[in-house]
């Protein structure tokens, strides 16, 4: 113990006196949260939209109107002919292309129907996705406002209808936030852990004074844990400051379930990825080694951790590294916790997958860290 | 006994002011060890004596350093035996890091902690306790001088200094042997001179010196010398006797004498 107090001593002192390094801790991390979030939205908005309207009528007007006072659309310019228009997507101008034409409100009150045409720039396939959704949504929300003028009321009341109604649940406004900040706190937690600690090890190994520990008396346990504890402990607390100061004061995400239970997670959670870090370090000479094989892992359990992209939709190989990646089951944990409000019951499953991943990447390094060579 | 008595004698004759007594401290039998092909110590057989000084010399690329891990434990023989301390270098590493110093070539304390927090810390997990921590710490900056620079950072000092401050911590714990790696490396004579005063403290209060070097003058310092060539030992003797021996005037002849026929370069 009393050793463990010692090497205690050295590492916070160490690494509170290391001007370099503490920003890195303590400060990018908080930057990053309130810059990523407002890139991993999924919503798009702003589309730019270029009109070609043949018609110039009443109906058309409504329709245009009604596209651009939506919210999503842009209206980059009108356009004479669909060929001016197309230019517009050429040059980057507009991203979609809506052609009403002549005989617009004509055939639509004589014969009932009338066709439109969407033109979209599918180069940036989810903005195009979406695009091409709301514009038929909006015209087809137009299409029954005009029918509704024309029915009489009474007329087809018993017409039989099939009306979809959605309620969204634990996230009722579908806020993008709610969903993204509490993942992205997870990486941020997830790269300080297990870059630090990796490169603080092979630091020592870097400087020589990794010899001059190994030629004490200092057990293989010890050194492990005089390394974990601080980075454990900080891990905590850029977690607390994340969750309590950023999430909840900038995003004004309040967890739902028990913060006891989201930290109990973190703590084993931190241990485990503390784990990959020291492993890193018991292969890696250089911090530029460990550094490259951190990233490697670190992009992975990003990408594949169902942060972005929701885990069902991957194939089957895909899914398979997902499931055996642990950033995956802590960002499923903290949504469940802070936005569902799931107990311990429902994160059994959970729970004993992250205190085998501890188990099993600690022993790891444990077992390959030597004092010898 | 008949090789201790010797010894004696030829200390003696070396100026050394050993006690009688003498007890093998570290004991090695044809210790090896092997890299692939390349056989870095070859089966080196030799003894040394507590509180003695001993010189363990050789060009670059001998195989001193490779020998002197092996015997604090940092790196496992391929083959062979030996004792240090009376431990077995297989089965009682543990034991042996307990009794041992060891400073390495490259400078290996703390550079981002203060003096007296690196002499805290390294006594600390030597198992020091809080009172002998405090008076073995104020001793060791009276010693060297450095009441002013206790509470800077050690990477604020000069290289001179580094050194004979990681000397200190080596033997702060009083063990039995302390490996010196080249210690003085890069310093101007002065400093050498003075390093060399510390090791003589040590050496009084019984600590046995393992020292490997290049400097010839610093050879002369030592009890015995021992030369390595190619990962053998080619000469074991005072540096008295070997210049005797060899029927030269100084250590550098003796060196050039012995590492002439070396094969390996650096």
Known sequence: ?373 | MELNKDNNKSLSNAGSQLSVEREVVIKTDKLTKRFGDFIATNQITFEVYSGEIFGFLGANGAGKTTAMKMLCGLSKPSSGNATIAGFDIYRQTEQIKRHIGYMSQKFSLYEDLTIVENIQFFGGIYGLSDQQLKTKSNELIETLGLQKEANKLVNSLPLGWKQKLAFSVAVLHEPRIVFLDEPTGGVDPITRRQFWDLIYQAADKGITIFVTTHYMDEAEYCNRISMMVDGEIKALDTPADLKQKYAVSSMDEVFYELARGAKRNE
């Open chain 1, 1 to 373: 113990m009393r050793v463990l107090k010692f090497l205690l001593q050295k590492e916070f002192k160490q690494i509170f006196r290391n001007k370099g390094l503490l920003p890195l801790i303590f400060v990018v991390p908080f930057v990053q949260l309130l810059i990523l979030p407002l890139a991993a939205d999924y919503e798009v908005k702003n589309i730019n939209i270029s009109i070609v309207d043949q018609d110039h009528s009443s109906y058309s007007r409504h329709l245009i109107s009604k596209i651009t006072s939506s919210g999503y659309f842009k209206l980059a310019g009108y356009a004479p002919t669909f060929k001016e228009g197309f230019k517009q997507i050429e040059n980057g101008q507009a991203d979609l292309i809506l052609e009403i034409p002549t005989g617009f409100e004509r055939n639509l009150i004589r014969e009932n129907q009338q066709k439109l045409f969407i033109a979209v720039n599918a180069i940036n396939g989810v903005k195009a996705g979406l695009g091409g959704n709301y514009l038929s949504q909006i015209i087809s929300d137009y299409n029954n406002d005009i029918r509704l003028q024309w029915i009489q009321p009474g007329r087809f009341k018993d017409a039989p209808t099939i009306q979809v109604v959605s309620s969204n649940w634990f996230n009722p406004f579908m806020n993008y936030n709610y969903f993204m900040v509490p993942g992205i706190l997870v990486v941020l937690v997830t790269m300080v852990g297990s870059y630090m600690c990796a490169l603080n090890i092979v630091k020592e190994k870097e400087a020589g004074t990794i010899e001059q520990i190994n030629v004490t008396p200092i057990k293989k346990y010890q050194f492990v844990l005089g390394k974990l504890i601080p980075f454990w402990v900080i891990g905590m607390m850029v977690f607390t400051i994340g969750l309590f100061i950023v999430a909840r004061l900038v995003y004004g995400i309040v967890p739902v379930g028990s913060v006891l239970l989201l930290y109990g997670y973190l703590a084993i959670y931190l241990i485990a990825l503390l784990g990959l870090g020291l492993l890193i370090s018991t292969f890696a000479e250089t911090q530029q080694q460990a550094m490259s094989v951190a990233y490697f892992f670190i992009m992975i359990f990003m990408l594949m951790s169902g942060l972005f992209t929701p885990l069902d939709g991957m194939p089957q190989w895909a899914y398979v590294i997902a499931k055996i990646n642990p950033v995956t089951y802590f960002i499923d944990v903290v949504r469940m916790i802070i936005l569902k409000g799931s107990g311990f019951s429902d994160l059994v499953y959970h729970f004993t997958i992250m205190t085998g991943f501890a188990l099993l990447l600690n022993g790891l390094a444990i077992w390959n860290y030597r004092k010898t060579s």
